[in-house]
């Protein structure tokens, strides 16, 4: 008797569908020599200057250096230079543009034994080079933080680049990672139309070149669109990488990347959003404890919530005051978050050396809520809830990012804690791409919106306070200051701290600026985040930074033991 | 059957040629741009430069105009541009497609093996204790959401016992044939699992109606043996209804394996798609559907060109 015609099918289809290419890479020498890193994404291109990713910058940290980084005391250095540009010497002059209006010289000096993975050399060109493509309106770059202003380059000499700004600025001694000139230079050369570069980089058309690559590590292998192996750069001239291999692979679910952790499949899981979720490395580390090291590192990760200024309720300072007076923020973070999450008073951490302490704390105080809500004339109705003289209802919608599980917990507990107070919010929560793609930029939520951003270790806030920022037609809704929030003295002094030599002043201009949005609350500081690292025990050498600039830009640091 | 054949091939691209339409008006039609995600992650980039960016992509240009564009490259063989990969759509739909393929494949000849076995055996004896056993797996197995379905798997045979990794499609540094199969046995017993339930039904109950057919009495009483009038007489006989609906299922299979991939760390078009609809990546998730719509189309008419060998009568 024959089987089925399936039976018969399936052993040819099988043997098919299990054939695969060769392996390139072979097994690593000892036991801790490789070292399997799970991250819950993973970047869709790798041109350094394109989309900016997270989840790339941390991947191309272990490959890509850039010339300045800040280190794990957020300090600025050099990791491709030899010096730091610094005032009232002869790499930072003031000078006159055409116009008449002051620019900058910078003169960086990189460091003589650079090299990129194929062994040429990395010079002043690249760093001319990168910044041409860079300030190209048709290259499709949308990092631009450090070549957008940068309007010509003098090569001095194989090390030596002047670069004249447009303006001037006070992050004069940042510059950011350099592109290769020896390859990349032909393929932007030819490229012609708008974006056209982007599409024909190597970067993205063969990105495990070697000559693309300038750090302790070289990408051998990108396979699967999940996994990086990465292995020593034999060109590298810092101190040479003790891991010989370091594989990194993208599990999406962070409930399966939870399970692959605690299968031993890979080692560790970083923060910086790249890895668990805070809750289920807060459950691991509680179940788990001994399993790993656990770092809990502080971030810039900014939870706050927006208040729509337009709507008459929210533009009386006395209502924004009177909602965060009635949020218990230390409640949450003690019983949600282990105590480890850092209550906010403003957008600006209190690990930033701009922080300042000298401003308004609301500490939780349902009292001072209501009776701030009984001056402005709202009193509770029969059911609880606020009314006026009009009969108007407290009420507020109240967004958050549907599906995002620690914000949705966190709305509940405002809106319990609103409402003792009399004060009602309705939730209307959204996809992200409908909350970020069009309520928010088209302003056209009423009420209140928790989200968070991520901040540089500096930069200036114009994005998000800047009364040029607030998206509209004119300026085809690209700003990012949702809450409409203007006020003179903010916008003045965020010029003081983008081009305002004199560091004292600058801090002035800080002070400020957390002072009046203390005051002002155009909107509502709740916390920073805590990144959680799981990483295991023979690991060691690994220093999270708590900021943008990932611990994997000293990888050749880690070893296993 | 030659003109059957070039007919429905011809449907196929007209239907082809609406979705494209369709889905491109329906993606356009959802809130945002491709570059509210861009500014999101980037409180840095300036009006200037998202402005400048949305020039390069087109996005400054009408939907429909944009989709004429694209429709006239299509034309010529040309797909079009992944935005957020900067490569061409095909480029990096391949890698995707292979993996789901494999998946897919997999996993659907294995529950069809396990469902023509299991509904066979079910359907011999209706009511009995073995037909109650296996129909309670069934609704299992249909009830059970894959996404618990596949961390269960994870936690017993990897984290518990050890016995196979938990993600990923082969250990770096491997790549043996057998370190591939160990890493393809989770996620396609998972989506096997979960077709086979319904699977198994159909089969049953097509089985159950064919074996009190005359031509089976008739086959009985020529003496043939069971094994013989169950597999030869009766099975055929009963796959042209459980056909239509495997046909139909594999469609959903190849686009809706997402759970399965993301859990198991074998990004496939699931995924894919699913990204460049989040990510307004016009180009990719269009594309990507159509491919999905294709295989659906194509499996139909599979499926029709199966009846006809699974029963001569049947006229194409």
């Known amino acids: 008797m024959r089987p089925p015609f399936a039976v018969r099918l399936a052993a040819p289809i099988m043997a098919l569908c299990l054939w695969s290419g060769p392996s390139h890479a072979g097994p690593p020498s000892g036991p801790h020599d490789q070292l399997t890193i799970g991250l819950s994404s993973f970047p869709s291109q790798f041109h350094p200057d394109s989309d900016p990713e997270a989840v790339k910058s941390y991947l191309e940290g272990f490959a890509l250096r850039p010339v300045t980084a800040f280190d794990v005391g957020w300090h600025n250095t050099c990791l491709m230079c030899t010096t730091l540009p610094v005032l009232d010497t002869d790499d930072v002059r003031i000078e006159e543009r055409p116009p008449g209006l002051p620019g900058m010289a910078i003169t960086w000096h990189l460091r003589p034994d650079l090299k990129w993975g194929d062994g040429a050399p990395v010079t002043a060109r690249d760093i001319a080079f990168t910044a041409m493509v860079g300030r190209d309106p048709k290259s499709g770059f949308a990092n631009t933080r450090s070549w957008g202003k940068v309007e010509s380059v003098e090569v001095i000499d194989d090390q030596t680049a002047v670069l004249h700004l447009d303006e001037v600025s006070s992050t004069y001694d940042q510059l950011d990672t350099l592109l290769p000139e020896h390859l990349e230079g032909q393929i932007y050369a030819k490229a012609g139309g708008p974006g056209e570069y982007l599409r024909q980089s190597l970067y993205n058309t063969a990105p495990t070149t070697p000559g693309l690559w300038n750090g302790p590590y070289l990408p051998i292998q990108i396979r699967d669109g999940n996994t990086v192996v990465l292995e020593p750069n034999p060109y590298w001239a810092g101190e040479p990488p003790h891991l010989k291999r370091i594989v990194l692979r993208a599990v999406e679910n962070t409930a399966a990347l939870l399970a692959t952790l605690q299968a031993g499949d890979v080692d560790m899981t970083p923060g910086e959003g790249m890895g668990l979720s805070v809750d289920q490395a807060l459950t691991l580390a509680r179940t788990q404890p001994n399993r790993f090291d656990y770092v809990f590192k502080p971030a810039l990760t900014y939870d706050h919530i927006d208040l729509q200024l337009d709507n008459p309720i929210l533009s009386d300072v006395r209502m924004r005051r009177a909602l965060l007076l009635a949020i218990d923020r230390k409640a949450m973070v003690d019983r949600m978050f282990d105590g480890k999450f850092v209550i906010a008073d403003s957008w600006v951490s209190p690990l930033k050396p701009e922080h300042s302490d000298q401003v308004a704390h609301y500490a939780f105080d349902p009292q001072a809520s209501r009776a701030l809500l009984a001056e402005m004339g709202w009193k509770p109705g029969s059911d609880g809830i606020c009314v006026n003289e009009e009969g108007q209802r407290l009420s507020i919608p109240f967004a958050v990012t549907a599906g995002n599980k620690m914000r949705e917990l966190l709305q509940q507990v405002i809106q319990s804690e609103w409402k003792q107070v009399c004060v009602e919010s309705v939730i209307h929560n959204e996809l992200p791409r409908a909350l970020f793609g069009e309520t928010l930029k088209q302003r056209s939520f009423q009420g209140a919106v928790l989200y968070s951003w991520l901040f540089n270790v500096t930069g200036s806030p114009r994005q998000i306070m800047g009364s040029d920022q607030i998206p509209s037609e004119e300026n085809n809704y690209s700003g990012t200051n949702y809450a409409g929030w203007r006020n003179d003295t903010i916008d003045q002094d965020i010029k003081v701290v983008e081009t305002e030599l004199d560091a004292q002043l600058r801090q002035t201009a800080w002070d400020e600026m957390q002072h009046i949005y203390a005051e002002e609350l155009p909107a509502l500081p709740l916390f920073f985040r805590v990144e959680v690292h799981a990483i295991p025990k023979w690991l060691h050498g690994l220093v999270p930074t708590g900021h943008n600039d990932y611990a994997v830009l000293w990888s050749e640091q880690w070893r296993g033991e | ?316």
Request: aromatic fraction near 8%; proline fraction near 4%.
């Open chain 2, 1 to 316: 059957m030659r003109r059957f054949i070039l007919r429905r091939l011809g449907q196929t691209l007209l239907v082809l040629l609406v979705m494209s339409f369709v889905i491109y008006g329906l993606i356009g039609l959802m809130p945002g741009d491709p570059l509210d995600v861009m500014i999101a992650s980037n409180p840095g980039a300036s009006p200037e430069v998202v402005a400048r960016l949305r020039v390069i992509y087109g996005l400054d240009q009408p939907l429909m105009l944009r989709y004429a564009h694209w429709l006239l490259a299509a034309l010529q063989g040309d797909l079009g541009f992944s935005r957020t990969h900067s490569q061409p759509v095909l480029v990096v739909l391949a890698p995707a497609l292979w993996t789901t393929c494999k998946l897919m494949l997999i996993s659907f000849v294995v529950s069809v093996i396990l469902a023509l076995g299991l509904g066979i055996v079910s359907a011999l004896r209706p009511g009995g204790w073995l037909d109650s056993l296996i129909s309670l797996a069934a609704f299992a197995g249909i009830s059970v959401p894959v996404f618990w379905l596949a961390l269960m798997m994870i936690l017993v045979f990897a984290v518990e016992l050890h016995w196979l990794p938990a993600s990923g499609r082969e250990t770096v540094g491997d790549g043996s044939l057998l370190d591939v199969v160990r890493h393809l046995i989770m996620p396609v017993a998972t989506l096997a699992l979960a077709n086979t339930g319904g699977f198994t039904r159909f089969v049953r109950a097509s089985m159950i109606e064919t074996l009190r057919m005359d031509h089976i009495r008739t086959a009985r009483a020529k003496g043939n043996g069971e094994g013989r009038v169950v597999l030869i007489h009766a099975l055929r006989n009963a796959m042209i209804p459980v056909l239509t609906v495997m046909a139909l299922s594999f469609g959903t299979l190849f686009s809706g394996a997402l759970l399965t991939e993301t859990m198991f760390a074998q990004p496939g078009m699931g995924k894919m798609i699913y990204d460049a609809i989040l990510s307004n990546d016009f180009n990719l998730a269009l594309v990507g559907l159509l491919f999905a719509t294709l295989i659906t189309l194509l499996s139909n008419l599979a499926a029709d060109l199966a009846y006809a060998w699974l029963d001569p009568r049947i006229k194409l």
